[in-house]
């Protein structure tokens, strides 16, 4: 495996090069941005991954996010932010973070989340998706869930491959309506839809298991794994 490549934007020097560091002790090469314009400059290179703090002079994190989604890079942006609210957190990822750690964090925590999204992008490539005993076949088209075949619609299948390549992590409707719809502009009556298609999902691939995989955090999205959030 070639080693993984790292952006780190941060302007705090004594947190970045503590970052740096760290990240670097488990192998991972590391480079650094100190602001936004150097950090989406520097985006456009050959990285893995790109750690992003919000709070950065001049151009910020939430900018810089943007502008990178906006040139078309699917780069998985795990996002630092020190305000521990929830419109914050739905704003990363409206603008397109795949994951985000509230400042200050335990750097054990950093590693995990960077590699669950560095497993998760190579999870791209890969043609069956599986979650506990749910099973997604994207050749075939097929979903089973145990021995049990699911019937869907193709836009149920869609929103349940997003899921399964999300697994574990907080997936917003503004996602789902981006990523599965392909609507950039948020709607409520596309909210509504996507809640219908849940619940139908859910139905599908909960009902009658013990274990329930689909779960819903109240205001801001949904999660689909083992456990409860
Ligand atoms: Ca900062």
Request: charged share 30%; net charge negative; proline share 4%.
């Given at each position: 495996m070639t080693i993984a490549s790292i952006l780190v934007v941060e302007d705090e020097v004594k947190v970045a090069r503590a970052v740096k560091e760290g990240l670097e002790a488990e192998g991972y090469q590391v480079a650094l941005a100190r602001n936004g314009e150097e950090g989406f400059r520097a985006a456009a290179g050959p990285f893995d991954l790109i750690v992003l703090?919000?709070?950065?002079?001049?151009?910020?994190g939430i900018e810089v996010l943007k502008r990178i989604r906006a040139g078309g890079s699917a780069i998985p942006v795990l996002v630092l932010t020190a305000r521990d609210t929830i419109e914050d957190r739905v704003e990363g990822l409206d603008a397109g973070a795949d994951d985000y750690l509230i400042k200050p964090f335990a750097f054990p925590e950093l590693i995990a989340r960077i590699r669950a999204l560095l497993r998760r992008g190579r999870a791209d490539a890969a043609l069956r998706l599986r979650l506990a005993d749910l099973e997604l076949d994207r050749v075939d088209r097929t979903v089973v869930r145990g021995s049990v075949p699911i019937d869907l619609t193709p836009r149920e299948f869609d929103l349940l491959e997003y899921l399964l390549r999300h697994q574990h992590a907080l997936v917003s409707r503004e996602m789902i309506a981006r990523?599965?719809?392909?609507?950039p502009n948020r709607g409520t009556p596309l909210d509504n839809v996507i809640d219908v298609h849940i619940a139908r999902l859910r139905r599908k691939v909960d009902q009658d298991c013990a274990v329930k995989l689909i779960h819903t955090v109240r205001g801001v999205g949904f999660i689909l794994g083992e456990d409860e959030p």
């Amino acid at each position: 495996m070639t080693i993984a490549s790292i952006l780190v934007v941060e302007d705090e020097v004594k947190v970045a090069r503590a970052v740096k560091e760290g990240l670097e002790a488990e192998g991972y090469q590391v480079a650094l941005a100190r602001n936004g314009e150097e950090g989406f400059r520097a985006a456009a290179g050959p990285f893995d991954l790109i750690v992003l703090d919000l709070m950065l002079p001049g151009c910020d994190g939430i900018e810089v996010l943007k502008r990178i989604r906006a040139g078309g890079s699917a780069i998985p942006v795990l996002v630092l932010t020190a305000r521990d609210t929830i419109e914050d957190r739905v704003e990363g990822l409206d603008a397109g973070a795949d994951d985000y750690l509230i400042k200050p964090f335990a750097f054990p925590e950093l590693i995990a989340r960077i590699r669950a999204l560095l497993r998760r992008g190579r999870a791209d490539a890969a043609l069956r998706l599986r979650l506990a005993d749910l099973e997604l076949d994207r050749v075939d088209r097929t979903v089973v869930r145990g021995s049990v075949p699911i019937d869907l619609t193709p836009r149920e299948f869609d929103l349940l491959e997003y899921l399964l390549r999300h697994q574990h992590a907080l997936v917003s409707r503004e996602m789902i309506a981006r990523e599965v719809w392909r609507e950039p502009n948020r709607g409520t009556p596309l909210d509504n839809v996507i809640d219908v298609h849940i619940a139908r999902l859910r139905r599908k691939v909960d009902q009658d298991c013990a274990v329930k995989l689909i779960h819903t955090v109240r205001g801001v999205g949904f999660i689909l794994g083992e456990d409860e959030p």
